[in-house]
């Protein structure tokens, strides 16, 4: 009898280590793998590459972690740079400054990136999620910022703990986002309920990043130290590839997650031909720049739900608005748990109380139907109603097939809703 011991995390990448021979007389023999360089190597790689890597993963997990390693190697050798910058500030090194002093600076730096992190997350917390790449790309062009105060700060003494302040608020809006949308980031890659291995493998190249740009940036510290314009130069240099870098990174994700502008994506190529685009597809029609920076970008993407106000507040709606909304709770939207009421190009989404994720995403599906069909000119209620009836559900189904998640519309929180009775038997509306 002959039995072989392999080694390794997937069926796919194991490497005998022995074989056991067991003969006639009952004697065992064991010959071990003399490749024990490849046993070692492989030890090693455990502790970067997740198990079953690359099936357990996204086809568009390698190329963003490649982008992702270089943008932090960049942004520690820069780190080395901003923060002898800073402590030449603070007056490490310099007989006239007093540890009190330094301390107090330290601590107002360290307190406003604090409450900034807070106030950060009260107000676009729901919103990081629903747009992952484009807060990705604002959390690390605002860490770019923060580092940039950190150098700017010795050339203004009089107002160093502004300066430093503006910069910890920017690196603590860094925190916040980037902690949130990696995570969303680490379940979109993990195929397999393997998000905590993902995420663990991930720490370990992030912390291996850190160490080889901590040790370049100590080295170009050094070279350049006492030289302004070397320093000045290399810092923007290493910020324009970070920024590059980043850009690179957020492109190379396929989210087969629905968001506002991905769903409008689908929906408008879907009424002209039909068909549903794939993530992929969708990925390189998106925009991962901040609105306010929308027009720089070359891409035409989809701007119909820009139109669309999701969780509109009742009680901000005209009189006659309301009528009118009343009246179609119980002529087009029976059976819905959402009302939609149009007006001067804007379908604004009221949802009831008891509507679930399943409902919140049919109710904008609906709006950029009516929406659409408000550029034709045509009677939008019944159209588009009809148009529900009709195509919804194959429309649900065709964007399963094609890879896209349907359980819910990410989107920002909807805080406002509204309960509504109708008694059909009378006819009338309350």
């Not at 604002?138 to 502004?162: E, R, T």
Request: hydrophobic share 45%; charged share 15%; glycine share 6%.
């Amino acid at each position: 009898m002959v039995i072989e011991e392999w080694n390794g995390t997937s069926s796919t990448k194991l490497t005998k280590t022995a074989t056991i021979t067991v003969n006639s007389h009952s004697s065992i023999s064991i010959q071990r793998s003399s490749n024990a360089l490849a046993h070692i190597s492989q030890r090693i790689l455990q502790a970067f590459i997740h198990e079953g890597f690359p099936s357990s993963v996204t086809p568009d997990y390698v190329p963003f972690q490649v982008w992702d390693s270089l943008q932090g190697l960049s942004t520690y050798v820069r780190m080395m740079l901003s923060t002898q910058a800073l402590l030449s500030a603070i007056g490490v090194g310099e007989k006239s400054a007093t540890v009190i002093g330094a301390t107090f600076q330290w601590f107002l730096r360290d307190l406003t990136g604090m409450l900034g992190g807070v106030l950060f997350t009260c107000y676009q917390g729901s919103n990081l999620d629903s747009n992952a790449k484009m807060w990705r790309l604002v959390a690390d062009l605002m860490n770019d910022l923060g580092m940039l105060m950190d150098l700017v700060s010795p050339l203004f003494p009089s107002a160093f703990v502004f300066i430093v302040c503006i910069g910890s608020l920017s690196r603590s809006f860094t925190g916040v986002a980037s902690g949130a949308t990696r995570a969303a980031l680490t379940q979109h890659f993990a195929l397999e309920n393997n998000a905590a291995d993902i995420a663990a493998k991930e720490g370990s190249q992030e912390t291996l990043a850190t160490m080889i740009g901590m040790a370049l940036g100590m080295l170009l510290a050094r070279i350049t130290i006492g030289h302004s314009f070397a320093i000045w130069i290399s810092f923007l240099s290493l910020t324009m590839f970070h920024m590059y870098a980043n850009y690179k990174a957020v492109c190379c994700l396929s989210l087969n997650t629905l968001n506002c502008e991905r769903c409008s994506i689908v929906l408008s190529h879907f009424l002209k031909t039909g068909q549903v685009l794939s993530p992929k597809q969708v990925s390189s029609m998106e925009h991962v720049l901040p609105l306010w920076m929308s027009s720089w970008s070359l891409k035409g993407g989809d701007s119909l739900y820009k139109q669309v106000h999701l969780g509109v507040r009742v009680s901000s709606l005209d009189s006659l608005a309301m009528v009118n909304l009343l009246q179609s709770a119980g002529s087009h939207y029976k059976k819905e748990k959402y009302l939609l009421q149009q007006k001067r190009g804007i379908v604004r989404i009221i949802t009831h109380k008891d509507s679930t994720a399943a409902d919140i995403l049919q109710s904008f599906i609906h709006a950029l139907v009516m929406a659409k069909l408000g550029d034709q000119d045509r009677s939008m209620s019944s159209e588009s109603q009809s148009w529900m009836d009709k195509h919804y559900e194959v429309f649900v189904l065709k964007l399963q097939s094609s890879g896209w998640k349907t359980e819910r519309l990410l989107s920002s929180s909807v805080v406002w809703r509204a309960n509504w009775l109708v008694d059909y038997s009378d006819d009338k509306h309350d």
